[in-house]
């Protein structure tokens, strides 16, 4: 797989088709997985490593899944790169800043990618546009069982699946959402709301995952621990939630709309002249300026761009896509000038 | 003159026509005259002020200056359209504000007007695009002449002309020129200036006059007394000063394009993009960023909007023009969605 050649397109889980797209941006499913005749990552030497990854290497691009996986060496990859396919949300952080043999495996449309030798000998992702965590996990039922049927699995009758960290054994799931919530934000009813999540054990965090920042007023909502639930259980449990979240986030952009809807078109369509026209911006302003975007668009106060080409453009500003399509290397100065210019070519009407 | 056929036009002085129109938006001259059988306007009682201004009314709209008057009765008029006058400067606050019997004439192109009953009985008016004040005095003393020869001021051999308020006794003489200073207002040296000019009995306002403020980095330098001093040595000032102020500014801005052109460039810019994209926008933001778009024109910034547009946007985006257009009475909210409505359309591409 070349990179250069997904800078020119976005994962499907950007097309903002499926349920819910005007505030779910998208659903994942992670499973962590360990081969059983191998040592975890932490205590595997590099040589341990190169076969674990040239094993799983064989063993995942062989896979009929999704059209057929392409494997990229991570390890061989500069840091632009690296940090391409993190903002891209194909592989983690940690496997672009650790060493040694790793990989990941990516379908065409970005659905699904397996890292190797991330924490775990293997990660599963499953990645789906929407709100569609029924849809991630029948592709990730039928993903597993496929890898499972060509590797030895480390698995225990009492304890479930064994992972490296203690938090993930049993089913080894991770149930993601991601969510646009600009209007709860708005009200700043949003850390009220994140406090009762915790309590009922689940995480949230920003886009790029555990540390970033909420930027552009997008939420990842997740389970925090897998051991003695059961799959459905956790499926269960965010599907309680998310709707009464999307509803909430319905809710108040339904009053703006009402209430103030002068001031919001104002606020939507100043942030939409600014991105048409800046010749200098930043990654953070510009995800603060899309986000009202995207909301404008959802409540039809923006009428001449697809809530997908936002979506697009939330990915390809961050500063690795931004340097992978001007094809060179750029300081934070050049790149906000890049970016700016980016921006007004996309969105010239 | 039927008002309704101004908000269709506007003045020739807007037309940025003439030297140094970049930053001299207009030169004006403006005489005090009064008519010696009537006492001065403080001590002239209803009928009185209606002697005069039915005397005055009759003479000037017989004058053959500038292709002929137009009078307009200023206290028939409702208030919004006596503000409509003084946006457009062809009458003062005061004359607007005052009682009884007032009015004033006006050429096609807005070139020249004269008040009747303000603080004097006469206040002749010349105002140019660009920096212009030999032409002013030119058409200026022709206009004199030619009412001169129709009534008799009130003159003094030793005095001069005779004026209600001791400061214009004299030549009754005020030479003001409006200069677009937003370079040297970024520098923060404006102050230091204005300071220098007090001290050479320069008097600094805003676009509005006496207690205005400095909006959309519009100043009017003009002379603070007349008595003691001929029109040429008032000129003369004022000739020796303009020249050092323009080219300051355009030091700055030179300087500005040299060192800091990419940040300019993109304050400019989002101006620009603000003024097109707003729904609800005040007039002192329109002027402030009018003011950086007509900057931006000038340094070759911005380069689909001739500088005769902007100079006009910021007249018809004042309230009384904005309600003349609209051809409604309109609350400041009202306001501020019909101007953002009027810029959009009017800076539409």
Known sequence: MDLNDLTRTSGEWLKAAGSEADIVMSSRIRLARNLAPFPFMSRADDEVRSDIERQLRKQVTALNADGGLSYIDVSTLEPLDRQFLVERQLISRELADSHGARGVAVSAGENMSIMVNEEDHLRLQVLRSGYDLDGCWSEMSRLDDLIDARVNYAYNDQLGYLTACPTNVGTGIRVSVLLHLPAVVMTREAQKMFHALQKIHLTVRGLYGEGSQAMGDFYQVS???????????????????????????????????????????????????????????????????????????????VDDVPIAKVNELFLHTQPAHLQKLKKSHLDSAERNTARASYLRQRLAT
């Open 223 to 301: 389970n925090q621990v897998t051991l003695g639930k059961s799959e459905e259980d956790l499926l269960k449990t965010l599907k309680d939630v998310i709707p009464n979240i999307i509803a909430y986030e319905r809710r108040v952009r339904t009053t703006l709309v009402k209430d103030n809807r002068a001031s919001v078109h104002d606020k939507v369509s100043r942030a939409y002249g600014t991105l048409r026209s800046a010749q200098s911006i930043s990654s953070e302003e510009t995800m603060q300026l899309l986000s009202s975007v995207r909301m404008g668009v959802s409540m039809g106060l």
